[in-house]
């Protein structure tokens, strides 16, 4: 092999999910009726914002060489706090400010909070008491979910304030804004993670931790941090949850974390740790939003399409398998 | 401290006094076994068999299953020991459920199917509004609303499913096509918002609407579903009316969208008087007494028992809820349980 076709390949290698996206984007666009149009592709993308925003934050502790569970319930935990003080049916109170796009802020600084508070507990309960990661956020997905569940009594609160809702609704180039929010968490996130020293030092944690110990990296402080993000940044997904379905319900974003889990590793992190870049992850959310547009439309039989759903994750977790093994042997 | 303790055992017993008052315990206690609370309807079933079953002077206990059959099934197994007056079930799945409802009524404890009707074995009573019986009303709305949008019945209408492994959604489904079958003008696209999560909904109205922007109607099997579809409505510059909404169960949020203008149909489970029918003839089920087939009036609904191959079932019959009637109180959604207190059957 010649060095330049050599460089081409890893080229593709190293953006080979994107070229899955693009791939598939083309199967469905010629063999789905309706598939081709802008609006559709606007569709896939605003489908990801909330899906997206999430995968961020479970990618960074899996980086870091553990993970987060609890992003799921989270995400819930904080749309209900959210929807629960602002809006106006249901379980709502409807709490109004002045001026009225304070709701904005307040409600996101809830939410956050909700989410700083459960991403700390993990992390203090990982990184301080050395308990297992997966046990500890395990516990957390349930017990955060049973709170939902006990705080709004299986009932929903509706209506979110008009100042949130323009969020969904307002649309500039064909997107709403929530969609930009997202890509600004991918772009800032991406930033972080190439271009910064904690970025570094989280690869480093997650490729080696008693050896990243051993450099004068401050494992505890960086692992603590990254719980505590992976949190705030599930609570930003859940905060966009509630502004996309106008509330929320005791069930709201269930199953997503599965989902997450398929975009991060269709994006290329690896479960080991220390392997992997946000835009991958991307690329993984875009695709599993395109594959469930296509069956969207297909008009497939209800009880088939977790099956084709599911075939469909695993033929693009596949194809990620086999970019591992070329590149072994490339090296 | 000898004093301090005695007054704190006087505090106790005050306590444990008031979670278990005397009058609620005076015939035993039921055990309700709810499918889920991650949904309104459930949620407001809890507090209506409570409510009525303390007026005829039962305690009720609940157990949630989450959605798992099998989780059902282990408890069902577990309340079986603890012989309970009777036991109420609104079964996670309706075949899988019958083994225990047959071991629990092998045990001598009377079993009452709740909401969601196994007919595959003996039960000792069944109180349902129907679940295929939804599914003609809303064939019969949609019907109606075709007509009136499209001067026949013709069009397309977006039906967005619960999850396709519960039955209860399945059930509605088959109803409603029953019925639909007869209008061959009609186009039904039928979705399912996996896990009955609400924002798997708003994609699939946002993809369709995309797809076929002459979509006349999205009919939900749920209200909640029915919230994130209005969402997905308001997005595309929608506004109430262009496109009609409809679901299915009668919840508070439904009657909020219908005054809004958003939602034209809600089918109403009656969720009040199905539980106050579990609660009227309460005494005969756990007496082993039988129950009389006829008319009998639940919260001035008429209701009819009958003697069916699986037991006495009482169907009470669902209302269709419209910008008209939205206000009426007997609606469950409107969240103002009957003042009057329910009375045995004699």
């Known amino acids: 092999m010649t060095p330049q076709s050599r460089r081409v390949l890893e080229v593709v290698l190293d953006n080979l999910v994107w070229f899955m996206l693009l791939a598939v984007l083309a199967i469905f666009s010629a063999t789905i009726p309706n598939y081709f149009q802008p609006g559709i592709f606007a569709n896939i993308i605003e489908q990801s914002t909330v899906l997206g925003v999430m995968s961020i934050g479970l990618a960074l502790v899996i980086i870091a060489g553990h993970m987060d569970l609890s992003v799921e319930s989270v995400a819930a935990l904080s749309a209900m706090a959210a929807s629960m003080v602002f809006a106006s049916s249901g379980i709502g109170m409807g709490v109004e400010l002045t001026p009225g796009w304070l709701v904005v802020p307040a409600s996101l600084a809830l939410s956050l909070a909700v989410g700083a508070a459960v991403g700390l507990l993990n992390g203090y309960l990982v990184v301080k008491i050395k308990m297992n990661a997966f046990i500890v956020t395990l516990s957390s997905f349930i017990w955060v979910r049973g709170l939902v569940v006990a705080l709004s009594g299986g009932r929903s609160a509706q209506n979110l304030a008009d100042e949130l809702r323009w969020l969904a609704i307002q649309r500039f180039l064909g997107l709403p804004l929530t969609a930009y929010i997202a890509i600004a968490c991918f772009v800032g996130f991406s930033f972080m993670m190439a271009k910064t020293r904690y970025g570094r030092h989280l690869l480093m944690i997650g490729g080696n931790e008693a050896a990243a110990f051993r450099a004068g990296i401050k494992v505890d402080k960086v692992l603590m941090i990254a719980f505590l993000l992976s949190g705030m940044v599930a609570a930003l997904a859940g905060w966009l949850l509630a502004i996309r379905t106008s509330g929320a319900t005791a069930n709201l974003g269930t199953g997503m974390l599965f989902n997450a889990f398929a975009a991060v590793v269709i994006g290329g992190i690896s479960l080991k740790g220390g392997v992997g870049a946000l835009p991958g992850v991307y690329a993984g959310v875009l695709l599993l939003s395109a594959i469930n547009t296509a069956i969207n439309l297909m008009g497939l039989p209800a009880h088939f399409t977790q099956v084709i759903h599911g075939l469909l994750v695993l033929a693009a977790v596949l194809l990620d398998t086999l970019k591992q093994s070329i590149r072994k042997k490339l090296a | ?346």
């Open chain 2, 1 to 346: 401290m000898k004093y301090m303790l005695q007054w704190g055992m006087v505090l106790l017993a005050g306590a444990a006094g008031m979670v278990n008052p005397a009058y609620s315990q005076e015939k035993g206690t039921v055990y309700y076994m709810v499918p889920t609370l991650l949904d309104e309807f459930q949620t407001g079933s809890v507090s209506a068999l409570e409510m009525f079953l303390e007026q005829v002077g039962y305690e009720m206990t609940t157990l949630n299953a989450d959605n798992k059959t099998d989780l059902q099934q282990s408890q069902m197994n577990d309340v079986i020991t603890l012989a309970p007056k009777a036991i109420i079930l609104a079964a996670v799945d309706f075949n899988a459920l019958a083994p225990s409802v047959e071991a629990a009524r092998a045990a001598g404890i009377p079993v009452i199917e709740f909401d969601r009707q196994i007919s595959s074995t003996m039960s000792d009573f069944t109180s349902v509004a129907g679940t295929v019986e939804i599914g003609y009303v809303a064939a019969e709305q949609v019907e109606r609303l075709l007509t009136e949008k499209n001067g026949a019945v013709k069009g397309k209408v977006l039906q967005v499913l619960g999850d396709p492994g519960d039955p209860y959604t399945l059930d509605i489904q088959m109803g409603f096509e029953e019925k639909m079958a007869a209008f061959p003008d009609v186009i039904i696209i039928s979705q399912p918002a996996m896990m009955w999560e609400a924002s798997n909904a708003g994609t699939i109205v946002s993809d369709q609407l995309l797809a076929n922007p002459d979509i006349d109607i999205v009919f939900s099997h749920a209200a909640h579903l029915s919230v994130a579809a209005v969402a997905s409505l308001e997005s595309a510059g929608k506004q109430p009316g262009d496109v009609y909404v409809m679901s299915s169960n009668g919840a508070p949020v439904a009657l909020q969208m219908i005054r809004d203008g958003w939602m034209q149909v809600e089918v109403e489970q009656p969720l009040y008087a199905q539980a106050a029918a579990v609660a009227m003839f309460m005494d005969k089920i756990v007496a082993k007494q039988p129950i009389e087939p006829g008319e009998y009036d639940v919260l001035g609904l008429k209701s009819v028992v009958t003697n069916e191959e699986w037991g006495p079932t009482i169907k009470i019959p669902g209302a269709a809820i419209t910008a008209d009637n939205v206000g009426d109180a007997a609606f469950w959604g409107n969240l103002q349980p009957p003042t009057e207190a329910v009375t045995p059957v004699p």
